[in-house]
C-alpha cells in the first residue's frame, strides 16, 4: 500500500502550470482559417490589421441637413440662421453636388455628407420657410452629427490582437472589413477518461460500492464550453493491461490527454506509474500545493501533455478550471478580465503551505454582492452545482473573514 514512504512532493499551481507551458507552446503556434460565419468563440492566430478606414466616407448620424458649420454660428430660436436647400442626399450614393457658403442638403441618417458639409442639423432644429429656405434654430459645431472616416477604424491599425477571442462584436468588426476567412487557433484536441475499477456507465445501475461515471461527463461540459474538440473515451479498469491501451490511443488521437480518478497514493492508483512510463519525459509532477486538487498529475509523452485529475468529481472540476482550462484555452496569452467583486459571508480557514479554492455562491442583496460559501466535501458534486464562483485563497494566506470583499472567480455559465 506504500504506507510510511513518501505521498507527493507538492508543487504549486503556478509551477505546474510553468513546468506545462513549454509543451503548450506549439498549441499556440498552429492556425487554420474558419469562415466568418463559423468563427464565434475562436481565438484569433495571429494579429489582425484594418484592410480600411472604417467608415471610409463621413456619414450622417442622424436625419437633417448637412451644412457648413460656420452658417449655423449664432444661430437660436429667435435668430435663425438661413439655409438654402439645393436638394437631397440619396441612401447608398455619394453626393455630386458642391455646396457655396449658406447652401445645405437634405441628409437622411447614414447618408454620405457633401464635401464642403462638416456637419448635419438635426431636423427638429429646422424651420421650413418655404421655396428651399430653411431656419436652422440650433448651431452646429464642426463634425456634429457627423462619423468621421476612420473614427470607428483606422487604416492598419490592429484590430483584433494575437488570441483575441471572437465574440459577437468581433464577428461584426471582421465584417466591416470584408474579412470571411478568419485565421483562428485550431481547436485543442482533449480526450476525457474516466479512471477506477468501482466507476460504472451511467446507464448501469450501481452495485454497492460502485459510482456512476460523474467525472466524465463534467470535464466533457468543461471542455467542450473551453473551446476544445472534445472526446470521450469512457472508463477503464485500474488494470495496467486495461489502462496501457486506451491511454496510447488518446495519445495517438489527441493533443491533450485528461484522466481523473487514480492520481492519489492508493495501492491501485497506478496512473502516475504509467504516465512515466509511456515515454519521455514522463512524469513531470505528482501532487499540488492546492486544495481541493492536491492529488493532480501532470506528464508528457512524446509532446502530447497528460493531467491526472483527481477522483472527487468537485476536485477535477476544480483543478479543471485552474490549471487545465488556462492553460489551453489562450487565457493566460491576454489581458486579465476583472473579477467581480463580493463581500464574503463566512470566515473560511486555509491550511499553510497550500492555496485554496473555495465554492461560493453568488448572491445579490440590496446593493451588495455577498459570496456565499458552499461548504461540503469535495466528493459531492452538488457542492457545483450550488456554486457560481470560486473564491482563491493565495499560499501563504490562513484565512479570510466574513465582511472582507473577496475576488470571485465566476463558474462559466455555458
Ligand atoms: N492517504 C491519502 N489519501 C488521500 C489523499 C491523500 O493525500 N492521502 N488525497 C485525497 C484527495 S484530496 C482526493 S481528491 C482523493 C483523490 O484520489 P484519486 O484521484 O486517486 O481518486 P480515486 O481514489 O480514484 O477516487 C476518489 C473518489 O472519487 C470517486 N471517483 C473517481 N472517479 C470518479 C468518476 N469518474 N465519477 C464519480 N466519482 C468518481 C471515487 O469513487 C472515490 O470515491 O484521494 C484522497 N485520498
Ligand atoms: O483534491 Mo482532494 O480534492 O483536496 O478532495
Do not use: C
Amino acid at each position: 500500500m506504500g504506507w510510511g514512504k513518501e505521498l507527493f512532493s507538492v508543487i504549486t499551481l503556478d509551477d505546474a502550470l510553468k513546468v506545462l507551458e513549454p509543451y503548450v507552446r506549439p498549441l499556440y503556434e498552429r492556425r487554420e482559417e474558419v469562415p466568418l460565419s463559423a468563427s464565434w468563440g475562436r481565438v484569433v492566430a495571429v494579429d489582425v490589421p484594418a484592410g480600411g478606414p472604417l467608415p471610409h466616407f463621413r456619414k450622417s448620424t442622424v436625419d437633417g441637413l448637412a451644412v457648413r458649420a460656420q452658417d449655423t454660428f449664432g444661430a437660436s430660436e429667435s435668430l435663425p440662421a438661413l439655409v438654402q436647400v439645393r436638394g437631397e442626399v440619396t441612401m447608398g450614393r455619394a453626393p455630386r453636388e458642391t455646396l457655396e457658403s449658406g447652401q445645405s442638403l437634405l441628409i437622411p441618417t447614414g447618408g454620405m455628407l457633401p464635401a464642403q458639409a462638416d456637419a448635419v442639423v438635426m431636423l427638429e432644429h429646422l424651420e421650413d420657410f418655404g421655396q428651399g429656405l430653411y431656419g436652422v434654430t440650433k448651431a452646429v459645431a464642426p463634425g456634429e452629427n457627423v462619423i468621421d472616416i476612420g473614427e470607428d477604424v483606422q487604416a492598419g491599425e490592429v484590430i483584433l490582437p494575437q488570441y483575441t477571442v471572437i465574440r459577437a462584436q468581433e464577428m461584426g468588426l471582421l465584417a466591416s472589413q470584408g474579412i470571411l476567412s478568419v485565421p483562428v487557433l485550431p481547436r485543442v484536441r482533449v480526450g476525457i477518461l474516466s479512471t477506477g475499477d468501482e466507476i460504472v456507465s451511467p446507464e448501469s445501475e450501481p452495485q454497492p460500492a460502485q459510482s456512476r461515471d460523474i467525472n466524465g461527463y463534467t470535464l466533457l461540459g468543461q471542455a467542450v464550453a473551453a473551446g476544445f474538440a472534445t472526446h470521450y473515451y469512457g472508463i477503464a479498469a485500474d488494470e495496467p493491461a486495461e489502462l496501457r491501451p486506451v491511454l496510447e490511443q488518446m495519445l495517438a488521437e489527441n493533443d491533450v490527454v485528461i484522466l481523473s480518478g487514480g492520481s492519489s497514493v492508493g495501492a491501485r492508483d497506478l496512473t502516475a506509474q504509467m504516465v512515466d512510463e509511456l515515454g519521455r519525459p514522463g512524469l513531470l509532477f505528482h501532487g499540488l500545493a492546492l486544495r481541493p486538487g492536491k492529488p493532480t498529475i501532470g506528464g508528457v509523452v512524446g509532446g502530447k501533455i497528460i493531467i491526472g485529475l483527481p477522483g472527487h468529481p468537485a476536485s477535477a472540476m476544480v483543478v479543471f478550471d485552474t490549471l487545465v482550462r488556462p492553460l489551453l484555452d489562450g487565457s493566460r496569452r491576454r489581458p486579465e478580465f476583472p473579477l467581480p467583486q463580493a463581500e464574503l459571508t463566512q470566515n473560511v480557514y486555509s491550511g499553510t503551505g497550500r492555496e485554496e479554492f473555495i465554492r461560493v455562491r453568488l448572491e445579490q442583496k440590496d446593493e451588495l454582492w455577498l459570496a456565499e460559501p458552499v461548504r461540503g466535501k469535495s466528493g459531492l458534486i452538488r457542492t457545483m452545482v450550488l456554486a457560481n464562483g470560486l473564491v482563491h485563497i493565495p499560499l501563504n494566506v490562513e484565512g479570510i473573514q466574513a465582511g472582507e470583499k473577496v475576488r470571485v472567480r465566476p463558474l462559466r455559465r455555458f
